[in-house]
């Protein structure tokens, strides 16, 4: 087995491990029959060509070393994605109360959205990996983004990536403006939800309170 297999193993059994745990939150919301905050689930070990990108960025050798692991958070990466704004939160706060991680660092790129437009929540974990040769630390990041977050992100890192991250200036603009539209569409539908939710308690409270009174109504009957 060559050395960097050896090195990502630890990262995919991570990977892995932690797929599952996320899947889980969404699996226990859908036995209660309430509304989830995680959506789905995706996860990935960073390829070796993208790692070996990030070592010329980082000016650090391309090599499996503990310097690599560390300069690197994200060698293992998962990204929930959820319906609304308000579960990223939720999200958020699941994870932190988990005790089989350790978050180390938090970035809120929602309130503070990045230049190009980009809006997510990274955290980086630490998480204990069992390995035959004992327990291995390893660093992972966890993107938690909105479906509308995601679609932009998926489709500007593509186009990134076809200019070699050099995009003209008109597409970088325009992209941006994509971006506000995709968190206003992320807006319009939180508040749909909210008002369906209103009109939803109404109507419940509206039919307790008519069966209420059908129901004194019929007594008072009965008595006279
Ligand atoms: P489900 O819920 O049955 O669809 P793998 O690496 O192949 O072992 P996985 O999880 O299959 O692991 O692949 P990956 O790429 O990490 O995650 C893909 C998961 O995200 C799949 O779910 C997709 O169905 C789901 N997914 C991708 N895009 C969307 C989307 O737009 N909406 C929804 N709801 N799900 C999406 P699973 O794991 O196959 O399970
Ligand atoms: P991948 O695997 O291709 O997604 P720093 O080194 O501290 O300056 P760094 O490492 O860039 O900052 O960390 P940051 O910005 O907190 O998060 C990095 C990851 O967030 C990126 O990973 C992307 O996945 C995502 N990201 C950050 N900014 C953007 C953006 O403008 N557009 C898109 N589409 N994604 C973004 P990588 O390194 O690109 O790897």
């Not at 679609?151 to 200036?169: R, V």
């Not at 749909?192 to 009957?221: H, L």
């Amino acid at each position: 087995m060559s050395q960097w297999s050896l090195f990502l193993e630890p990262y995919k059994q991570a990977v892995d491990e932690l797929k599952v745990k996320l899947k889980g939150i969404r699996s226990q919301y859908n036995l209660e029959d309430v509304h989830t905050p995680v959506e789905f689930v995706t996860g990935r070990v960073k390829p070796l060509a993208s790692i070996y990108d990030k070592t010329l960025e980082k000016n650090i050798p391309f090599v499996p070393s503990k310097e690599l692991a560390a300069e690197l958070p994200d060698i293992a990466g998962l990204r929930i994605m959820c319906q609304f704004v308000d579960d990223i939160s939720a999200v958020v706060e699941i994870l932190r109360k988990r005790n089989d991680l350790e978050i180390i660092e938090e970035r809120d790129y929602i309130s503070n959205r990045k230049a190009s437009g980009y809006r997510s929540y990274h955290m980086i974990i630490k998480y204990p990996v069992q390995t035959v040769r004992g327990e291995v630390v390893i660093l992972a990041e966890i993107q938690i983004r909105t479906l509308a977050m995601n679609f932009w992100a998926s489709i500007e890192h593509s186009l990134n990536y076809k200019y070699e991250g050099e995009l003209p200036e008109e597409i970088s603009l325009r992209l941006e403006r994509a971006a506000e539209a995709a968190f206003r569409l992320d807006e319009e539908m939180s508040l749909i939800r909210d008002e369906i939710q209103d009109a939803q308690k109404y109507f419940s409270d509206y039919k307790e309170t008519a069966t209420r009174q059908r129901g004194t109504m019929k007594k008072k009957g009965e008595r006279a």
